[in-house]
């Protein structure tokens, strides 16, 4: 269903069932829920534009409508082709107290199963308001939003756009074309579109380790147009969501694609960082045989005290049964890793992009064949003679690979990705970051803290975030008497750590 600058969704039909969705998750998100209840009054977002890009699910349902109970106005797209739920955006559009013949709700471009075109206009679309205002804040998950701000101004400056959205990246051409394009027809609707839209946005917090990455490298290089918060690195983001959260929905994520048992099995992942701790603590969960890859000489000691085999994957292939990237990095699995993989061995990464497994070169092996199982699933058959002998006794050319959500995030793509509870953590995070940079904003220019740089929030607000989660489940803290806390050197209500603890 569409309405043109108001919302593209699959069907508002959904929303009843999106609804009922929402409801159970704001149970089980405290966080936002308990700063409803603290802001809800004040109204501290009234006068805020909120541009939303962030996978668009029942949680993010949560999270738009405790922006907009704060007082902000919301646009919402997805940072996914395959994240969004149907029903969430749906009941979004429609609102609380709307109905599908008379919406109420936030506006959202957003559906499952968008095309690299209809993606990018969608991203656009949060980013032109009515009237020709435009938002005065970005809330991203990876950045694609902070990145087409950024590309449009270039474009519109120079009328170039770079073959790939970071230096030294892997070539994006196919993408970056398509972004091109969008932007040639913007420019030719409004030669000052993007100077426009540059101009009013005050600040950006970031979701995710990837477009974190993104603003560093932009901040570095002088060219952050707005200051940014990096929610990521926020203890209770990247130590709860990346870990706990993958530990749940990646095993999801398989189940729902394959329904293939993983007790017993070899699993391998690749890379022990915070979203590899919790893929590969899940797989053991189930029993499978772990081994895991790494770059990092303190990550793979780390892996390796935790009882994990730590391999090159280039010496396991023929062993593993499924084989999971974690890295953020690119090219990770080859076309000539896959060719070289067990037979039916489970592909897929949970690394923000889809460039961790080469799914172009796969594409390009002489002879292969792709076969969808069912949409998110699909079977590539390897050209006869490939590949070594299968030790299972297929015959060679009879192998197969099973690769979800085509290389993209498969907690998303085959799962409805990270639970409730975790991702409270996470947007209270980031609604506490939307809140400050609007409050920064309302300041004189002199009196304001954030500069062009990327910023982390204070620790007494990561403790906070914590805090509004301990009750729920039934954790009673203890509290340090004053002369505890005075030998310690802190505080008796915090912050507890000095800024270089790890946890
Ligand atoms: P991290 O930086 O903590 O961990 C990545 C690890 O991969 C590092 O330890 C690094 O040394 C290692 N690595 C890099 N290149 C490698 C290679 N070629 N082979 C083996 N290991 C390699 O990052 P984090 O927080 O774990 O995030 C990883 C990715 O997952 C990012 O793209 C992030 O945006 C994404 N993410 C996805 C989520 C989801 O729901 N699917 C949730 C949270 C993060």
Known sequence: DEAPGRYKVRSLALA?????????????????????????????LAGARIAGSLHMTVQTAVLIETLTALGAEVRWASCNIFSTQDEAAAAVVVGPGGTPQDPQGVPVFAWKGESLEEYWACTEQILVWPAGEGPNLILDDGGDATMLVHLGLQYERAGVVPPNTLPGEPDHTQEMNVVRDLLRAALEADPLRWTGIAQQIGGVTEETTTGVHRLYHLAESGELLFPAINVND????????????????????????????????????????????????????????????????????????????VARIEDVLDQADFFITTTGNFGVITAEHMLAMKNKAVVGNIGHFDNEIDMAGLADVPGVV??????????????????????????????????????????????????????????????????????????????????????????????KVARLHLDALGVRLTELSKAQADYLGVAVEGPFKPEHYRY
């Open 16 to 44: 009843e069932a999106g609804r009922h969705q929402i409801r159970l998750a704001e149970h089980e998100m405290p966080g936002l829920m308990a700063l409803r209840e603290e802001y809800g009054d004040a109204q501290p």
């Open 234 to 309: 926020s203890v209770t983001k990247s130590k709860f969501d990346n870990k706990y959260g993958i530990r749940h929905s990646l095993p999801d994520g398989i189940n729902r694609a394959t329904d293939i048992l993983i007790g017993g099995k070899v699993a391998f992942v690749a890379g022990y960082g915070d979203v590899g701790k919790g893929a590969a603590e899940a797989f053991r969960g189930q029993g499978a045989r772990v081994i895991v890859s790494e770059v990092d000489p303190i990550c793979a000691l780390q892996a390796a005290m935790d009882g994990f085999q």
């Open 370 to 463: 792709k076969t969808e199982i069912k949409p998110q699933v699909h079977e590539w058959t390897m050209p006869a003679g490939s590949g070594p002998a299968a030790a299972d006794g297929a015959a060679r050319g009879e192998r197969s690979i099973i690769v979800l959500s085509e290389g993209r995030l498969l907690n998303l793509g085959n799962a409805t990705g990270h639970p409730s509870f975790v991702m409270s953590n996470s947007f209270a995070n980031q609604v506490i970051g939307q809140l400050e940079l609007f409050a920064d904003m309302a300041r004189p220019a002199d009196e304001q803290q954030y500069e062009r740089q990327v910023y982390r929030l204070p620790k007494i607000l990561d403790e």
